[in-house]
């Protein structure tokens, strides 16, 4: 039931803030927000949308949790921004599945498996399209060793990832 609370309420912010549920992976919830139109937003809801997920937990599941002797939730969060490939597998729509597939959700998956508990980690595609007041929030992270070693396609260099600091 408390996995079931968490994806429920996840899945109520992700939509408040303009995205999507792509799919619920155990324990983990899957959204993706879409960019066509105003890519600037579109950046701005999905951090915001990742606050009010921490804050969710925070000040909402979590005491529920605390009075019945449950340990707290702590939530991981990543996001990167790029073209992706939607696949559906399968040929019954009623029936198949549904995926995005592509370098920004594999990015992103990488940035989350890296993210500390309760912390919100974006690629610095997401940060080049934040408004400036918010990318004042955020600070680049300083890798140690072979903690990170994604380079961009494009420019070779290692591509940057950025720490909600507030």
């Known amino acids: 039931i408390i996995i079931s609370s968490f994806s429920q309420e996840m899945r109520y912010v992700i939509r ?18 879409v960019a ?3 890519p ?28 019945y002797d449950y340990p ?3 939530v991981k969060i990543g996001m990167d921004f790029g073209e992706n490939t939607i ?8 029936r198949s599945h549904v995926d995005i597939l592509g370098p920004a ?4 998956s990488k940035i989350t498996a890296l ?6 980690l974006i690629g610095e595609d997401v940060y080049e399209k934040l408004h400036p007041s918010m990318k004042q929030s955020f600070k680049e992270v300083e890798w140690h060793g ?15 990832v950025y720490s909600l600091v507030d």
Not at 87 to 94: C, E, I, L
């Open 40 to 67: 600037l937003l579109v950046a701005d809801n999905a951090i915001n949308c990742a606050k009010t997920m921490i804050d969710v937990i925070e000040r909402g599941i979590n005491p529920i949790l605390s009075e």
């Open 72 to 74: 707290e939730l702590r």
């Open 36 to 38: 066509e139109d105003s």
């Open 146 to 160: 072979s903690q990170w070693n994604y380079h961009d396609r494009e420019t070779g260099k290692l591509y940057r």
């Open 87 to 94: 696949v559906r597998y399968g040929s019954d729509q009623s």
């Open 115 to 120: 993210a500390r508990p309760n912390q919100i």
């Open 105 to 108: 959700m594999s990015i992103a």
């Open 16 to 33: 408040h803030h303009e995205g999507y549920v792509l799919k619920y992976v155990g324990d983990a919830v899957i959204g993706y927000f």
